[in-house]
Nanobody
């Protein structure tokens, strides 16, 4: 089992920046991929960014150049730095971890982009 606890998020004005973090615990040695997804009201959950154990990253086209995913393997924590936020970035952001064939999710943290 892997447990994921997110922190950060909140309210930010358009064009602003915000960071979220996710601490993993439990069977972390099984994790081979971590990432962030988001889900806006009435929409399906979508991938935002992923990062492998080796640090290879992948981003959704809509966030490339604005969001940065990183991880601290010592702290078992993954981060998402969000810059130049747009109203359409508003959503509940979920941390995810893939361990073997299992996909784990955090509880989600709200990101609101509004003036």
């Amino acid at each position: 089992q892997v447990q994921l606890v997110e922190s950060g998020g909140g309210l930010v004005q358009p064009g602003g920046s915000l960071g979220v973090s996710c601490a993993a615990s439990g069977s972390i040695f099984r994790i081979n991929l971590m990432g962030w997804y988001r889900q806006a009201p009435g929409k399906q959950r979508e991938v935002v960014a992923t990062i492998t154990n080796g640090g290879d990253t992948n981003y959704a086209e809509s966030v490339k150049g604005r969001f940065t995913i990183s991880r601290d393997n010592f702290k078992n924590t993954v981060y998402l730095q969000m810059d130049s936020l747009k109203p359409e970035d508003a959503a509940v952001y979920y941390c995810s971890a893939v361990a073997g064939v299992r996909h784990y999710w955090g509880q989600g943290t709200q990101v609101t982009v509004s003036s």
